[in-house]
Structures are given as structure tokens and as C-alpha cells.
């Protein structure tokens, strides 16, 4: 588990920049957080990181939103709306050639990998944020360590 504490919405989006350059095609996250925790700012940043410039937003009404212009394409999905029943063809995503970022992941549980990294985003005040990066496989716990290694070396 690597655990970050932001204290504005910059440094948020500077961490998921950063952590960004640690990921692979086929990585698979899931994102949690209450509304206005800062899921959409982290994915923002995220998509920096990987050079995409497309406008990232919420993917509320699409469920899947792909931007493809940076190093790896990113699939934005939020599955709020979709059962574990469901065969919308995730798959061809979450096992696809970019990063996947999943919202509302616990409603797909069997479309997961095991090896997913969940992050959860906690608000703690107005403008303070902990980040839990938690990892569920040999992937996603290098993920961790690299992420921990920079930010320890980074300031
Ligand atoms: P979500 O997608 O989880 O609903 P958003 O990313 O859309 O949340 O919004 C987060 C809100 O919280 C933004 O208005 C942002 O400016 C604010 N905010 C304040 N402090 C932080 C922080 N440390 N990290 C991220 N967002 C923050
Ligand atoms: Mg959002």
C-alpha cells in the first residue's frame, strides 16, 4: 500500500503526472472516491503523463471514454451504470494495449484481472486529499514501489 496526503488539486494532478510514467499497456486501476474527491483531477493528470492533450472529463454518460493521442492510449470507464451480468465488451479494453482507469470497478468484479491497483481518494478538507494506492498483485505492487521510490527522491 503507498499512501500520498495532497493539499491542492496541482499536486494532486503533479502525482498522477508522475505515476503515469510508471505504467504499461494492459495496467489496470480503479478509482474511488466521494463525489468531488478529485477522481476526474487525477485522471487529468494521469493523461498529462502519459502526453495525451485531448480534454479529459468525466466519462459519466459515455461509460467508456478512450483518448489515444499520448505514448498509450487511456480508457476512462466509469461503470456505475452497468451489472456484473452485463457483457458491454469491456474486455477488449481492460485487456487491451492502453491503461485502463475503472470507476466503479466493484460493480464488474468478474470483468477484472486479479492484478488491479485501487486508489481511493479520500477527502480530508476542503483542500486536503489522502491518496491510498493499493495493490493486488506483483504488477501493481511494482507500480507501488516505483511510484514510492520517486516520490522519496523527488523532494
Ligand atoms: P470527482 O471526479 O471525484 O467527483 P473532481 O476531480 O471532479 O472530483 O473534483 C475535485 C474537486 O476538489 C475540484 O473542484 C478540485 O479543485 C477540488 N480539490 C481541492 N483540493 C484538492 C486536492 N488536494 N486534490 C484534488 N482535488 C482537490
Ligand atoms: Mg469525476
Redesign the pocket.
Known sequence: MYQLK????E??MNFSEQFAHYLQAGDVLTLS??????????TKGLAKGLGIHEMVN?PTFTIVKEYTSGQLPLYHMDVYRISDEEDIGLEDYIEGDGVSVIEWAENIPSWLPDDVLSID?KRIS????MITCTAHGSRSERINEEISKHERTSH
Open positions: 495532497t493539499h491542492s488539486p499536486e494532486t472516491g466521494d463525489l468531488g474527491a478529485g477522481k476526474t483531477i487525477f468525466s481518494i476542503e483542500h486536503e486529499r
